[in-house]
């Protein structure tokens, strides 16, 4: 079946670093991929997605890329903040099963001023 | 707009009890899916409503169970609870197959 597969954390940068948070999938089809944020007490955000190979998707400074090659949607961004800090998931849904999401573990970002 | 509501937003219960969570929409929206966020198994879908049937379900035993009434509102039912139920049960919809879902901000169950 299909399944999502995300970097082991947590992470603790500096403000100001470069984040990069590993993702890869697996899927019989050709899935939409979505990057999905957790602030504490809060539902999921959809961060950014993108619907096929070599989309990139981008919001708020954050970016990842569709790689159907090496089945992965890493994302990135520059410069993080302090309010950056949040879960972070990794998402697929696979066109032919309607709106189902199959997510990654997540994984913790704890920015430092 | 109004985002997606969930009530409640806490619970508390006890093993062998049953439980009832509601979910609103997004006023247009008509798939309602459901999530358990547990930090052991992570996110796991549930099952999927659209115009009230059933579409799509994971791999949950019998005992959950929901449903969608024409106003797109969703209800998951737990029955006889157990301990390993105590999890963020999330809530997202969207206007359709392919669309952005958006994410309540879940009920915390706590089964003791």
């Known amino acids: 079946g299909d399944s999502v597969t995300q970097m082991e954390g947590p992470v603790t940068l500096s403000e100001e670093a470069f984040l990069t948070i590993n993702c890869t999938y697996t899927?019989?089809?050709?899935?939409?991929l979505f990057w999905y944020v957790q602030y504490p007490g809060e539902g999921l955000q959809l961060l950014l997605k993108?619907?096929?190979?070599?989309d990139k998707g981008s919001n708020k400074g954050f970016e990842a890329t569709y790689r159907k090659e090496t089945t992965s949607f890493h994302l990135e961004k520059g410069s993080v903040q302090v309010s950056d800090s949040a879960v972070y998931f990794c998402?697929?849904?696979?066109?032919?099963?309607?709106?189902?999401?199959?997510f990654g573990k997540g994984i913790t970002l704890s920015v430092r001023p | 707009k109004a985002g997606v509501t969930q009530t409640p937003r806490y619970l508390i219960k006890t093993r062998g009890q049953q439980v009832t969570l509601s979910c609103s929409p997004i006023?247009?929206?008509?798939?309602v899916s459901w999530y358990q966020q547990t930090p052991g198994q992570g996110l796991q879908f549930l099952f999927e409503?659209?115009?009230?049937?059933?579409?799509n379900k994971g791999n949950f035993p019998g005992r959950f169970s929901g449903r969608q009434f024409s106003n797109s509102r969703s209800e998951m039912n737990v029955s006889t609870l157990e301990l390993g139920d105590s999890a963020l049960y999330l809530c997202?919809?969207?206007?359709?197959?392919?669309?952005?879902?958006?994410f309540g901000p879940g009920t915390r169950l706590t089964v003791l």
């Open positions: 997202a919809s969207s206007w359709g197959d392919k669309n952005e879902q958006f």
């Open positions: 899927a019989t089809g050709y899935p939409s």
């Open positions: 993108a619907t096929k190979a070599d």
């Open positions: 998402a697929l849904s696979d066109r032919g099963a309607n709106s189902k999401l199959t």
């Open positions: 006023s247009g929206h008509r798939s």
């Open positions: 409503y659209f115009s009230e049937t059933q579409r």
